[in-house]
T-cell receptor, first 112, second 115 residues
């Protein structure tokens, strides 16, 4: 069974630009969550989608948004990038209820 | 406010020894407590998880001990091996009615197993 796939693996963007990250969950998993990992703040929850609906949201500004498609694939978007948005963005999928979450390898975003 | 406090920040254990990592939480609504292992350049991998209705759960060399009254839980790695050298994260989540909340993670423990 294929794991969680995130694309691209690496991104370099300029401050002020926007970026879209993609996540394909494990087959059959309907819940997709996104996390930001930085050395200073650690792993922080961004938001969670289930059956195309955002169920939960972390404490991040509105520049961070996401969506989920009918095939459970998910994208997250960050607009007006700031230097502090440089981080490893991780996607996790689970069967439901956010438990037993399996993570992808992440997308390393660098904002210059 | 850090809702899950993890200690120690780093840990060195001799091969064959027991590695112990501790976490404490504040939110009594948490009802799911997983541990994750992360190697450099990889995403976190789910190791083992526990719910508050049991005090201990064992899977192979990994054991979670849970103390609901003290709001503490710990990971024990028995017979630690060099391949266990990684960063370990405890986490917790609850359910505020809209499906499970996102995971709240501890800051991580960098574990080194010396051969």
């Amino acid at each position: 069974k294929a794991g969680v796939t995130q694309t691209p693996r690496y991104l370099i963007k300029t401050r002020g630009q926007q970026v879209t990250l993609s996540c394909s969950p494990i087959s059959g998993h309907r819940s997709v969550s996104w996390y930001q990992q930085t050395p200073g703040q650690g792993l922080q929850f961004l938001f969670e989608y289930f059956s195309e609906t955002q169920r939960n949201k972390g404490n991040f500004p509105g520049r961070f948004s996401g969506r989920q498609f009918s095939n459970s694939r998910s994208e997250m978007n960050v607009s007006t990038l700031e230097l502090g948005d440089s981080a490893l963005y991780l996607c996790a999928s689970s069967l439901g209820q956010g438990r037993g979450a399996f993570f992808g390898q992440g997308t390393r975003l660098t904002v210059v | 406010q850090q809702q899950v406090k993890q200690s120690p920040q780093s840990l060195i254990v001799q091969k064959g020894g027991i590695s112990i990592i501790n976490c404490a939480y504040e939110n009594t609504a948490f009802d799911y407590f997983p541990w994750y292992q992360q190697f450099p350049g990889k995403g976190p991998a789910l190791l083992i998880a526990i719910r508050p209705d049991v005090s201990e759960k064992k899977e192979g060399r990994f054991t979670i001990s849970f103390n609901k009254s003290a709001k503490q839980f710990s990971l024990h790695i028995m017979d630690s091996q060099p391949g266990d050298s990684a960063t370990y994260f405890c986490a917790a989540s609850g359910d505020s009615g809209g499906g499970a909340d996102g995971l709240t993670f501890g800051k991580g423990t960098h574990l080194i197993i010396q051969p």
